[in-house]
């Protein structure tokens, strides 16, 4: 060590013109590193949709879910397996764990589904995949006018996308809303009767005539000619004349405009709104590799440009903009770094000499740079967690040089010159602070190993610390000792012994006396502050994640009727509602489905015609000052208007939200069963005090008509069962016959029967595929009204019923979870049922006893590393005393700031571990070297107090304040961490520099130390 430093020394000037380079690259670098606004939490995940005309939920179940349910099942990494049954259609969503490798999962989610196609019923269509489900949108736009078609908008909007496609780094622009225009082909089932035609008949002889055949070419001496003959359809009058059947009654053709209306027809899947006017939404992607900021700036300058060109009566609103939230999150977080920095230099300068203030104050950003460099080269983004992780770094950065430079500094005040002075201090403190850097980097670094969305959360935090520490390891032991020698100098007398005199060491010392004559009373007094913190950390609240605190709100409607029209109404009715509140101040909403995904963590909802939702934008400034609040007094107004509708009010999270904060799986085969049990735990659930809106997604019977086939009859008939399902499906659903190309726009043919009542459905004609035979629906099967389960929903291969609870602000959803189990296991469950949670409480617990492990682990690992250091067994737990010294302050600090028990905050306690033990490892090291001076046991531990006390003060004063703008911000991930952080550690230093000498004296044996250093003078 002392070799490459005096190598350092030597060079010193190339040193310096290497790090002025260097301090160029790292700026570079900032600016460089992409920006995000949230690190990505999103699982690797696919949605599968199957379409099986006229199959009842249940034959759904049977014949289409559950095959891919199982063939999905076999694929490795599956961390959760959802299915939704549904009358002729089928969804299975499967979610892959955090750490598979989200090409490879899904390819094989693609092969699977090829395998399973063989196994599906012959009328099922082959599974759609979508796995665009972690896809968010950088922005959307809305266009709204009340007196404008969404045609006319759907021009405009198109005409944004144009503009917009262009730009360097936006990849994909979506125009959603406008419809899709068709070719409705609308037979008529009596005129089909009276010419003895099938709707079958027809598809087949739109998709014959719609075909384009390669007609050859003629050869000539000199070269071929291609003959072409086109008869694709040209134009809506080529559909209208195809001839379907020769007239019976007169000489002529029936061609198909005598038997159907034809038109070219308007689709929605979803109908959106911006407040009351129908509008389209332009949706814009970025490339996620690329600094979304800087690809941000180019489209607002195209934004501009466009607002001009727009008519003044077109409502343009920004209704989501990711990449201005992006860039106001990181400069805030960034304004916090460097304003962290400067307070952390006033601070060094006011605790120790100028020069000796301007040698750390240059290691700092160094180290900063150097990270900056690695995550650029890691491709690690800049975002709230990146951040933070800096922000967090920053005092602990200062540690290793502040410590180095003192050293350095002792030795100049003992008269030693500088290059002496810089060997010796390099031979002390090199050993302590590896092992302090060492611990730190090891607990840190078991943030790696935490599981499951909160460790794709906190994934950059070990990288950025451990990379920042690295480099403050390197530059206090390599470049510290190079600025020594051009700054440092013997301090004033005056100045060492005006820092011996301040009222804190003073007071210090006096507790130090106490402590070392009354070293029982000083550990029971410990104890008894640890355990009064304990108590008070048991009257706080429990959350897994919290609420992001950007003003937004959305709310997910459930409509009683299949009916997009129906679940229209209700989301107008849901809008007067909301008017009712003045700090509502805009109202995005879509029918049929959800919005386009507008916040990282929003799970895609599925499109339905009974559902919806809607985005709020609101105003904090008003009766409701937080987002709780406002919307705990919206769902009561919806609970108390809506009669024919459930709308549920959500909150942005930064981990993929559960359904509700109070979770019950109820899973099993017996319905009945399953049924009875979600029942009492509803029950259970409202007589709890702080619920409310206790539900449960099980939709009971609806009535359905069912077409009861008269086999018998039909086997004479020479009329398949097939003939009968098919034509019934394409008279009630539709079937895409062919396409029509217009204006270079192809629309789908879509050939469908007016069918409105059960008699016009007895009314179908019928024709055999094989014969001649042709009927009506009526002579061949009745058709009844049942009841059946509009729905099945199943999770892991297990039909399953969600009962779900929100809970009131001040109420701690866990307690509530726990006593709702404790019930039901004391009234009994059904063997045949299984009941899990999957709300907070299994959240909390599941992350508590993984960041349990992880402290054992680290705490193992850092007493071998002590042991190593101090060859003593007994010796690292006087250091490893300071940790549960620091959860005084952990348990103090929480209470005073009346945070939640969160996962950000056990992270921090975590974290806590591996820097609380510096300052005990910094002492111990020192008394170990008075002892071998022949210092008395009592000497050498005051002496070493005297001798770290300003390192570990100084220290601990900068790790502090670099945590402040965190507190200060507070920001609802990041102020829990640093909370734990600056009170565990001011608490631990505190009771370090008075307990852990006191542990020194009982543990030591006064003999043994004197017999240390005879042996060294000897």
Known sequence: MSKIVEKFIKFRHIVVIILVFFIFAGIGAYFAIPKQENPDTNLPAA???????????????????????????????????????????????????VDADPKVSLDLVNQALEEVKVDLPPLAYDPQIDTDLADVPQFI???????????????????????????????????????????????????????KISIENIVQLLQAQNLTIPSGSIDYEDGKINVQTPATFQSLEDIENIVISGSQEQIGFVYLKDVAKISIQTNFERYFKHNDDSAIFVVGYFNPNENAVAIGKQVDQKLTQIKNQLPADITFDEMVLSYRDIEHSVNSFIRDLFFSIGLIVFVVMIGVQLQNAIIVSISLPLSIFA?????????????????????????????????VTEAIQ????????????????IKETARPVFTSTLTTIVTFGILFFIPGVIGKTVATIPIVVITALSASYFVSLFIVPVLATYLLKKEDTSKQKTSRRTFTKRSFEKALDFGLANPKKALLLASVILLASVALFSQLGMSFFPNSDKEMLYINVQAE???????????????????????????????????????????????????????????????????????????????QRLINAKAEVKYLEYSMPTDARIVFKVSGEDLDAMVDVATRIEELLEAQAGTFYVRNDFVANQYEYKVNIDNDFLATTGILKYDVVKQINTALMGAQASSLIIDHHELDIVVKADINTVEDLYRLPIKSSTTDSYLQLRQIADVDLVLSLPSIARQDRLRTITVLSDVHPGYVAAFIENNVLKQLKADGIDHHVTVKTEGELKNILDLVQNLGISALVAIVIIYMILLVQFVKFKKPFIILASIPLSLTGVFLGLYLFQVDIQAMALLGAVSLIGIVVNNGILLLEVVEEHLKDGYSLNAAIRHSVDVRYRPIILATITT??????????????????????????????????????????LLYDEGKAKKISKAVEV
């Open 47 to 97: 949605l599968i949709t199957t379409i099986y005309p006229g199959a009842t939920t249940m034959e759904v179940e049977e014949f289409v879910s559950k095959k891919i349910e199982n063939k999905l099942y076999e694929l490795p990494n599956i961390d959760m397996l959802k299915s939704f049954s549904f009358n002729s259609a089928s969804i299975v969503i499967v979610m892959f764990e």
């Open 141 to 195: 736009l809305s266009l709204s006018n009340p007196n404008l078609e969404l045609s006319d908008l759907a021009l405009y909007g198109e005409g944004i996308a144009d503009q917009l496609l262009p730009l360097s780094g936006v990849i994909r622009v979506d125009v959603l809303g406008k419809g899709t225009k068709q070719v409705e082909i609308d037979v008529n089932i009596d005129d089909l009767y009276l010419y």
């Open 371 to 403: 990270t900056f460099i690695v995550m650029l080269l890691l491709k690690i983004e800049f975002h709230f967690i990146s951040i933070a992780a800096l922000i967090i770094s920053l005092g602990i950065l200062v540690d290793n040089s502040i410590v």
């Open 410 to 425: 002792y030795r100049l005040n003992e008269d030693y010159p500088i290059m002496e002075a810089v060997f010796i201090a």
């Open 561 to 639: 009727q299949m009916n997009i029209d129906v679940t229209n109404d209700v989301m107008q009715e849901i809008s007067e509602v909301l008017k009712q509140f003045e700090q509502v101040k805009e109202i995005y909403s879509a029918a049929g489905g959800g919005l386009p995904k507008f916040f990282i963590t929003t799970p895609l909802m599925t499109p339905s015609e009974d559902q919806g939702q809607i985005l709020l934008k609101i105003d904090r400034k008003g009766q409701y000052r937080s987002n709780e609040e406002l919307g705990y007094a919206i769902q009561q107004a919806l609970d």
């Open 960 to 1001: 502090e304040i670099g945590l402040i703008p965190l507190i200060i911000a507070k920001d609802p991930m990041s102020a829990p961490m640093a909370l734990v952080l600056f009170f565990g550690l001011a608490s631990s230093t505190i009771l370090t520099l008075v307990i852990v000498p006191v542990l020194v004296s």
